[in-house]
């Protein structure tokens, strides 16, 4: 059976804003069943009005996600499996960059950047994986992006969490790049599955990304922990000389075409940049260090008990 947009069902995670709520729009128009997450409630819920009028669609729905809390994960997984028996594309688009300010910890004591970038989407898509299965021919796509070039020597696997030398854009090339080596390892684990797995680079958009909202001074850190950290500045470093961002909407091209297009099926494990695959450096090619990831996130994740 051959892969169609029209009807599938689709979860866009972080589509309140930005390139998941332009992907969220666009896919919606092709006629998809689109829900997307949020962090935060009253923006959601205005987003979801928006999405819903742009769109001429009145099925998108909204479910609840913080990707720094891994009880929400779980949440919000069991909340669409309540509401949908299967899943057809599933878009890890949310994200967070604090090239800024000391190092930041998730509610679970990870690193914020590999915390909300990396493990909350492994945590989510592990969870919503069966759905996925049944649903085949179905597509994932994880934002990546061309930071994962900040990251030129790999990952320090003795120092995920960045605890012994924190910078905040390296971190993020961090991020990044294990978003890539998630991808490359999941596609080699559903070789047969009939379900395609690639990584995209948006390009230099102009989003919140960056941005560290006040709200997030309480959500993003531990309880215990929240009168002794101080959130990092707003902004990121000064991306001028890369020319003009672009809009929303130019940035979430290759998210949908990834998601959507009939020429983009079979294939997988790939990284697409202006909507085209793109070979990537050696170093992000690395095969061994994709599973190496893997194995030490399932690790993690058992030693959180989550």
Request: proline share 4%; aromatic share 6%; net charge negative.
């Amino acid at each position: 059976m051959a892969f169609d947009i029209d009807g599938a069902v689709v979860l866009i995670t972080g589509g309140n804003a930005g390139i998941g709520k332009a992907t969220a729009i666009a896919l919606a128009r092709k006629g998809a069943r689109v829900t997307f997450t949020s962090r935060d409630d009253a923006r959601g819920k205005i987003a979801l009005d928006e999405i819903r009028q742009a769109s001429g669609r009145d099925d998108v729905g909204l479910l609840g996600l913080d990707l720094a809390r891994l009880a929400s994960v779980r949440r919000c997984a069991e909340a669409f499996g309540e509401q949908s028996d299967r899943l057809d594309v599933l878009i890890n688009n949310a994200g967070i960059a604090l090239t800024r300010g000391p190092r930041q910890e998730t509610y679970d004591g990870l690193e914020m950047q590999f915390g909300v970038n990396h493990v909350g989407h492994f945590r989510l898509t592990q969870l919503l994986l069966p759905l996925i299965r049944k649903s085949a021919p179905a597509r994932i796509v994880n934002l990546s992006s061309a930071g994962y070039l900040l990251a030129p020597d790999g990952l320090d696997f003795d120092d995920l969490q960045s605890k012994k030398d924190y910078k905040g854009f390296p971190c993020y090339g961090h991020s990044k790049l294990a978003n890539i080596y998630f991808t490359t390892e999941l596609a080699r684990r559903l070789e047969g599955a009939d379900i395609a797995v690639n990584a995209v680079h948006p390009g230099l958009v102009d989003t919140e990304l960056g941005h560290l909202r006040p709200e997030d001074k309480a959500r993003f850190v531990r309880e215990e922990e929240k009168p002794a950290k101080q959130a990092g500045a707003g902004g990121g470093p000064d991306l001028s000389s890369l020319g003009a961002p672009l809009t929303p909407e130019e940035g979430a091209a290759t998210s949908i075409r990834v998601a959507s297009a009939p020429d983009v099926e079979g294939i997988t494990g790939r990284y697409f940049a202006d909507s085209e695959a793109t070979e990537l450096t050696p170093v992000a090619s690395d095969a061994e260090a994709a599973g190496r990831l893997w194995r030490a996130t399932e690790a993690l994740l058992a030693e959180l008990g989550v």
